[in-house]
């Protein structure tokens, strides 16, 4: 018995080591990176698409060499399955930005970023285009515009890729760019990195999507990872800057609140309005332009997608002054589904769909829904679930996980929106509909897939 006792014994201690293990090096032994490895070159690197303005008829690009490279310009082109395509490419000279981050640690750097915004281009069209200075060009890439009218179409939305990002968030968007190649963008609720400022971690992020970020534009908000002093000296007041590569690097709409510009805006793509917030600074000064663009919306969907979660989902957090300042307005307007991050742990759930039934005391879901709340995680950090769960929200939480990469791929076809979230192993974990009814609240279809709910006491490996 005792022999036995000591085995048990042993065994749960080898047990415990090697978890202790596994949670140590996957902090503490991170991948090494050959020296100048994120440093520009003469060569077009971190290309990226994204909107700045009408996307049916407008798409930019920015890319970035290093200081030497001071006139660059685009190509472009309908794109033809016939090779030669600089055959029938115009020129389109770029705009060019330096940033001189020598006095900043972790950024340390010279670089020249150039950005082209395409205009006048016919809508739901198949172009081609590629970078560089007239000489030294990148590869060429694809890109189709928008339709001007309603038409079905879908796009990615991810949670914070912030670390391990060439290590693990590479996987994952490429799963999620194989699971829907025809996705017209994407959505990153920030935290792209972990330290604002560090060119390193950017260039992880450039090389994780690599061609990706060139083909499927990049629709980001800033987290507030994205959001970190200038330098060690102290902060009297506190002071965090926004990264310096973030405006430099994304050409976003400037259709925000001025004190916002590039990190509040919205666009409308194809009968839907993509509403996209700064959670991490004046957050009051965004609620009146937040009114104008819910009021005065012509769309027949609205999506909206920001940082900190209305209705929290870590340990120790809770956004109660934003939840009071914006959830009023996001149920005024009927937003149909708000998608965020921060909390690195997945939760859907809906607020105002919860009815009491008194007699037998329970909650029951109500399938003529309110807005649905979705928080996700692509990268490789991850948190504890609250003990609470939503207990203490007003809203009915559905399907959560922990310990967990996702994607999730959203698909709106006329009346239906079709929501899936998927693991970075390709496995449907969670899935549900919303139909638009006249006059009325959407009506909700719960779609879960009959697979197990993730936590980290039935997730392997433990971290």
Known sequence: ??????????????????????????????????????????????????????????????????????????????????PRLRKTAVNVMAKTETMDATAIKTAEVVSNYHSVTFENLLPDTLYAYRVGDGKIWSEWFHFRTASKTAKPFSFLYVGDAQNFILELWSRLIRTGFSKAPEASFIIHAGDLVSEAHSERQWHEWFTAGGWIHGMLPSVPVPGNHEYRPLSDAPQPDKTKNLSVQWKPQFTLPENGPKSLSETTYFFDYQDTRFILLNSNTNQQEQVPWLESVLKDNPNKWTIVSFHHPIFSTANERDNQELREMWKPLLDKYKVDLVLQGHDHTYARGQAGSVAKNELAGINKLDPNAGTVYVVSVSGGKMYNFRKDLWNNYDANLERKAENTQLFQV??????????????????LYDSFSLQKKQNAPNKFKEQVPSTSERLHNNTIPKY
């Not at 140590?24 to 303005?53: C, R």
């Not at 959203?410 to 496995?427: H, M, S, V």
Request: with cysteine; proline share 4%.
């Open 1 to 82: 018995m005792k022999r036995l006792l000591f085995t048990l014994v042993a065994l749960a201690c080898l047990h415990y080591s090697s978890l202790v293990f596994a949670q140590n090096s996957i902090y503490d032994d991170l991948p090494q990176f050959a020296k100048n490895w994120s440093k520009p070159t003469e060569q077009p690197d971190h290309i990226i698409l994204t909107f700045s303005g009408d996307p049916s008829t407008q798409q930019s690009v920015t890319w970035r060499t290093d200081a030497t490279i001071k006139n660059a310009v685009a190509q472009i082109t309908i794109a033809y399955a016939a």
């Open 410 to 427: 959203i698909k709106i076809d006329g009346d239906q929106l079709l929501f899936e979230a998927y693991t970075a192993t390709g496995e």
